[in-house]
């Protein structure tokens, strides 16, 4: 920086172009002192003031010096990687840990002679090596966010899936039930045909043995005429000579209310839909989000509890206050736990499966079954359900406070019996359904729930008020009575 700054013109403060030398021996680029002198009303130098009647001659001599030092400018610029000091010109192959920066080496034996230093390559692996440690966890981080964009893209053509299948199912279905309606469309068109032709038959047959019988002599036609008559009269009035009318009401009566109801047969209703994204990979849910299997064998893992280990699968939904229930199809399986829980936000794998840990639930374990609270709890039961009953219901206890509580009971489905119970559960949250399949073979099922179709019948206001009318007419006719009778009596 100072030979540059040597090397510059004083007007322009660029390295000189074209340099002239004053008589006062100070050096200007020629361009730049014809332009002061234009502009001023003396000769003088614009550094020292003093006056140069003489013209400026040119300064060769600094005029090559800003050439060469031009040129090595412009070489080591083109120089591919390489750095020099500003300074002393040199290339920087050390850094300065004292100061944090890079020098020379003449910078390291004069300013930083006492200065801890360490080559330039060193310094930059090690610095590169703790920048690259400082944003691995953003690295970690980006490579999750894309394995779970990824897992999203996949999951969401997955679903896709299987919307499409059930879509399909419900397609099959509606085809299936639109042919058999058209069959039977087709049917009975058939059979009214077949009917009137038979009927065409007789009628024609009918017809017939009147015109022949027309033909007789005129003594026995006339002596016949009335039972001709009559055989004629009775074709008109036939019953079954009349029309046949296709049953139109009976096919497109109601058409779509019907196909709906019968549609109840495989659009079942699930109280309970299980969220997937709890699932663990050794957790296989069913497509319709409505069973559980385990993946693990049970001697892989004689005893996986009281700790949930991410086995658990949760349902879609939590409920508030009110009642619910629903049902849980067990099987024949010796091994599996089932209730409710607050959620799993938050909580460590490693978290009891208790109360006071927010989860309340029943756990078969080969003959024995228990509540899931701490210490032994086994329960004391003959039952061995197959389909086990999860009932929620809020109450208020008996204290002066009255304060509201929440209870989950379980029962033995087929039976109706009660097997186990909790009360006391707290209202401020919502209660998630759970189940934990520990049975390979035996998987865990949502059981569909009854659904009742009531059609409600609109009266007319006569009909849903008869009562009162008759009521009224009939109080009405009680009081001309009395006043009838009244007047009777004050004629009398």
């Known amino acids: 920086m100072a030979l540059e700054a040597d090397l510059s013109c004083p007007v322009c403060t660029e390295v000189f172009s074209h340099p002239v030398l004053l008589s006062c021996g100070h050096s200007f680029c020629r361009q730049c002192i014809n332009a002061h002198w234009t502009s001023s009303i003396s000769r003088n130098c614009p550094v020292c003031r003093q006056i140069s009647p003489q013209e400026p001659v040119s300064n060769l001599s600094l005029r090559n010096t800003c050439e060469s030092y031009l040129r090595e400018q412009n070489t080591n610029k083109e120089r591919d990687g390489e750095h020099v000091c500003q300074i002393h010109g040199e290339l920087i192959e050390l850094f300065c840990q004292t100061d944090e920066q890079t020098i020379c080496a003449t910078c390291k034996k004069q300013r930083h002679k006492r200065h801890k230093t360490q080559q330039l390559q060193l310094a930059v692996r090690q610095r590169k090596g703790k920048l690259k440690a400082a944003v691995r966890p953003a690295e970690k981080m980006l490579s999750l966010q894309n394995g779970t964009a990824q897992d999203g893209k996949t999951q969401a053509k997955e679903t896709e899936r299987k919307i499409h299948d059930e879509f399909e199912k419900l397609h099959q279905f509606l085809k299936k039930e639109e042919d058999r309606r058209i069959s039977a469309l087709n049917e009975e068109e058939k059979e009214r045909r077949e009917k009137m032709k038979r009927k065409t038959r007789s009628l024609s047959d009918r017809l017939r043995e009147v015109e022949e019988r027309m033909k007789d002599d005129d003594v026995i036609f006339l002596q016949n005429y009335d039972s001709i008559m009559n055989s004629a009269k009775y074709i008109l009035s036939d019953p079954e000579l009349s029309s046949e009318a296709l049953d139109v009401p009976k096919h497109l009566g109601n058409l779509k209310y019907q196909v709906w109801e019968k549609m109840k ?75 409710v829980c607050f959620g799993l936000e938050g909580k460590p794998i490693t978290e009891p499966l208790t109360p006071a840990n927010g989860f309340w639930g029943l756990r078969r374990d080969g003959d024995s079954y228990e509540t899931m609270t701490t210490g032994i709890s086994r329960l004391n039961t003959n039952v061995n359900p ?47 359904p759970f189940v934990i399949p520990e049975h390979q073979t035996v998987p865990l099922r949502v059981v569909p729930a009854n659904i009742i179709l009531t059609v409600e019948q609109k009266l007319s206001f006569r009909e849903r008020h008869d009562v009162l009318i008759r009521v009224c007419i009939g109080f009405v006719m009680v009081i001309f009575i009395i006043l009838a009778w009244k007047n009777d009596s004050q004629h009398k």
């Open 265 to 339: 047969d495989i659009c079942l209703y699930y109280p309970v839909i299980l969220n997937p994204n709890t699932a663990s990979t050794d957790i296989s849910v069913s497509d319709d989000l409505t069973s559980v299997t385990s993946c693990l064998r049970w001697q892989d893992e004689p005893n996986p509890f009281p700790l949930h280990s991410n086995r658990i699968v949760l349902g879609s939904v939590g409920y508030g206050i009110g009642t619910h229930t629903w049902e849980i199809e067990v099987g024949n399986s010796r091994h599996w736990s089932l209730g």
């Open 386 to 432: 197959e389909v086990v009953r999860v009932k929620l219901e809020d109450y208020a206890d008996d204290t002066l406070e009255k304060k509201r509580w929440r209870k989950v009971r379980f029962f033995d489905a087929r039976s109706d019996s009660l097997i186990a119970g909790f009360s006391e559960v707290p209202l401020e949250k919502k209660l998630f």
